[in-house]
Structures are given as structure tokens and as C-alpha cells.
């Protein structure tokens, strides 16, 4: 099982940025893809962005163009810049990662964005 280590978050003003990172430790098998989810209150989870260890991503459509997910393959860390943040983006944002075998998730992490 991937032990995942979430930082970052936080409160922010509407047009601010917070980064986000997360540490995986443990993993037996090399980790292929890392992603961020996130749950708004009254809303079911989502995918923001993913990144595959060949640094392909993926975004949300609601956060491209301001969201950058990347990573260190080296210490097994994915990055979530977010800039021009809005109030919509305020949710729990979870990291994922994925080896051949396991599908693990981080304790989660709160963004809150005020207008």
C-alpha cells in the first residue's frame, strides 16, 4: 500500500493562487499515474488533473488554463499549482496514486476560496 503525504491548501481570496504537493512513500511497484481529485460540499468527487509517469496530463475542463499538475519521479511527489483561484474551486482535495496493482488515496486536503 502507498502511504500519501498531502501539504499545501488553505484559505485564499478569489484571483489567488495555493500550491498543493504530495509525498508517496511505501509503494512496492512503481507508480504510474498520480491525480487530484476534489469534493465540493453537496457534490460528488471529482478528477482536476492527472499526470502519467511520461509526464502526460489531464485536466478538468474547469481548471485548464489555471491548474498545473506536475511531478517528481524521483521523489515520488505530484504538484498542483492553482492560480486564479475562484470561489467554485473550494472543495477537499484528494491525491491519488496508482501502481499496477493498488489504487491509493491521500487524507485529503481543504481549499477554501472566499470572493
Known amino acids: 500500500q502507498v502511504q500519501l503525504v498531502e501539504s499545501g491548501g488553505g484559505l485564499v481570496q478569489a484571483g489567488g493562487s495555493l500550491s498543493l504537493s504530495c509525498a508517496a512513500t511505501?509503494?512496492?511497484?512503481?507508480?504510474?499515474?498520480m491525480a487530484w481529485y476534489r469534493r465540493a460540499p453537496g457534490k460528488q468527487r471529482e478528477l482536476v488533473a492527472s499526470?502519467?509517469?511520461?509526464?502526460?496530463?489531464n485536466y478538468a475542463d474547469s481548471v485548464k488554463g489555471r491548474f498545473t499538475i506536475s511531478r517528481d519521479n524521483a521523489k515520488n511527489t505530484v504538484y498542483l499549482q492553482m492560480n486564479s483561484l475562484k470561489p467554485e474551486d473550494t472543495a477537499v482535495y484528494y491525491c491519488?496514486?496508482?501502481?499496477?496493482?493498488?489504487?491509493?488515496w491521500g487524507q485529503g486536503t481543504q481549499v477554501t476560496v472566499s470572493s
Open positions: 499526470i502519467t509517469k511520461d509526464s502526460s496530463t
Open positions: 511505501g509503494n512496492r511497484f512503481s507508480i504510474n499515474a
Open positions: 491519488n496514486a496508482r501502481t499496477l496493482f493498488t489504487n491509493d
